[in-house]
C-alpha cells in the first residue's frame, strides 16, 4: 500500500505502547507492576453502572443526534456553569467517545497548514502528534521543574506571534502533575484577548487537585467566546473504557465539530450518554473518596522516590502521576524505563515520550494500590543502586 505523507507525521501514546511490552511480560509469566497507564483503578461508581443498565433496558441502543443527546448536553451545560461560572447553552456542546476527539477536531478545524500552535511541553502527546498531522507548526512552552512546571510567562508571550491561531493548555497536566496558578492563567487569558487567540482548555483532571485553588481559563474577562473546554467522564469518575467526554466551545466551532463527529464515529452511545448524567446529577462522594486516597498515594510515591539514589521527585499539586528526576542515573529516559521494566517488573514511561523537555525524567502513574507502589519503590531501588554507583 501506498501511504499519504501526513501518516509520517502521526504520532501515538507511549502508554500504549508501554502497556502491550507488560503485558507481552505478563504473558511469559513475568510479575509487572503497572505503573505506566493513567487510569484509575477504582471502578465505576454502582449508581452510575445502573443508569447505564437501565438506559440499555429502556431501548437507548439507537444513533442519537451526532453532537450528543439534548438531555446529556444540557446537563453538561448545567454543570458548567456551576463549576467554572459560566452560562452556557446545550448548543455549544459536543459530546464526544472520549475526550480525545475535542483535541483532535478542534485542532483539525482550527489549524491550516503553516499556522502555529503552542502547547506545553512536557505534555501530553497527543497535543503535538495532532499539530504535525495537519501541518501546523507546534511551538512548545516548556515546563520547568524549578517553576513548578507552569507556564514561563515571559518565555510564552515572546513565543506569541502573528501566525500564532491556538493555545492549548492544560491544569492539573499529565505528565507532570502541576498546576497554573492564578497569576499564569490571567495572563495566557490577557494575550489571547488581545490577539483574538482561541485557547483549548484541557481540564480533565479538574477534579485532581490536592493543594491551591483550581482557576480556569473559561470565567477570565473576554475568554467567553475564545475557549475550547475540554472534559470528561474518564478520569474523575473511572470510566476510562466507557469512552465519554465532551468540548464546550462557541457555537459556530460546535457546528464544525459536529460535522467532524459526523464524518468520523457518527454519535456517541446513547446508553453511554445517559450513564453520564447520573455520574453529573449522581453521588458524589466515590469521587471525593477516589481523590483523597490518590493524595494518600502520591505522599507514599513521593516519599518513596525520594529515598532512591539519583531520584529527586517534586510534590505534584494535582492529576495523578508524579514526574522525577533522574538525571543523577546519568541514563537517558528510555532507557531507564526499559530496565525498569525488563529488570524490575516496574512498567513506568519516559519522560520523553511527553516532548524534548521531559528528558531526564520518568512519569509514573500513582493510580496503583499502595501494596503495589510500595513494591515498586522497593523493585526500583538495585537499579537506581547500579546507575549511580
Not at 118 to 137: K, Q
Not at 317 to 338: C, H, K, L, M, Q
Amino acid at each position: 500500500m501506498r501511504f499519504a505523507p501526513s501518516m509520517s507525521r502521526l504520532g501515538t501514546e507511549s502508554a500504549f505502547e508501554v502497556l502491550a511490552r507488560a503485558r507481552a511480560l505478563e504473558r511469559q509469566g513475568r510479575e509487572i507492576i503497572h505503573l505506566e497507564i493513567g487510569e484509575p483503578d477504582f471502578d465505576t461508581p454502582v449508581h452510575i453502572k445502573d443508569a447505564a443498565k437501565q438506559a440499555l433496558d429502556a431501548g437507548a441502543t439507537h444513533y442519537g443526534p451526532s453532537a450528543g443527546l439534548a438531555e446529556v448536553r444540557e446537563a453538561i451545560a448545567k454543570h458548567i456553569a456551576e463549576t467554572r461560572g459560566v452560562p452556557v447553552m446545550p448548543e455549544e456542546v459536543v459530546v464526544t467517545p472520549g475526550a480525545k476527539p475535542i483535541m483532535f477536531f478542534t485542532i483539525l478545524a482550527l489549524i491550516a497548514p503553516g499556522d502555529e500552535v503552542i502547547y506545553p511541553n512536557p505534555g501530553f502527546p497527543i497535543y503535538e502528534s495532532v499539530i504535525n498531522f495537519v501541518g501546523g507548526v507546534p511551538v512548545p512552552v516548556p515546563l520547568r521543574e524549578e517553576t513548578g512546571f507552569g507556564f514561563d510567562l515571559e518565555l510564552f508571550e515572546r513565543k506569541v506571534g502573528p501566525k500564532t491561531r491556538l493555545i492549548i493548555i492544560n491544569s492539573p497536566e499529565n505528565p507532570t502533575g502541576g498546576v497554573l496558578d492564578r497569576r499564569q492563567i490571567e495572563r495566557i487569558a490577557e494575550i489571547a484577548v488581545a490577539r483574538n487567540i482561541p485557547v483549548l482548555a484541557d481540564e480533565i483532571y479538574r477534579q485532581f487537585l490536592y493543594d491551591g485553588e483550581f482557576v480556569s481559563i473559561f470565567p477570565q474577562p473576554g475568554m467567553r467566546d475564545l475557549t475550547i473546554l475540554l472534559d470528561g467522564f474518564s478520569k474523575s469518575y473511572a470510566m476510562t473504557g466507557w469512552r465519554l467526554g465532551y468540548g464546550v466551545m462557541p457555537r459556530p466551532l460546535a457546528e464544525h465539530v459536529t460535522r467532524l463527529v459526523v464524518n468520523s464515529n457518527s454519535c456517541t452511545a446513547s446508553f453511554v450518554q445517559l450513564a453520564g448524567i447520573a455520574a453529573l446529577q449522581g453521588d458524589q462522594t466515590p469521587v471525593a473518596r477516589m481523590v483523597a486516597e490518590f493524595k494518600r498515594r502520591r505522599d507514599v510515591i513521593v516519599d518513596g522516590l525520594n529515598t532512591l539514589p539519583g531520584v529527586k521527585c517534586a510534590r505534584p499539586r494535582g492529576a495523578f502521576y508524579v514526574f522525577p528526576n533522574i538525571t543523577g542515573s546519568r541514563r537517558p529516559s528510555a532507557e531507564v524505563a526499559d530496565l525498569l521494566l525488563n529488570e524490575a517488573g516496574v512498567a513506568v514511561l519516559s519522560g520523553a515520550a511527553f516532548g524534548q523537555y521531559g528528558e531526564g525524567y520518568l512519569r509514573l502513574s500513582y493510580a496503583n494500590s499502595e501494596a503495589n507502589l510500595r513494591l515498586a519503590l522497593t523493585r526500583m531501588r538495585p537499579i537506581f543502586e547500579r546507575l549511580t554507583s
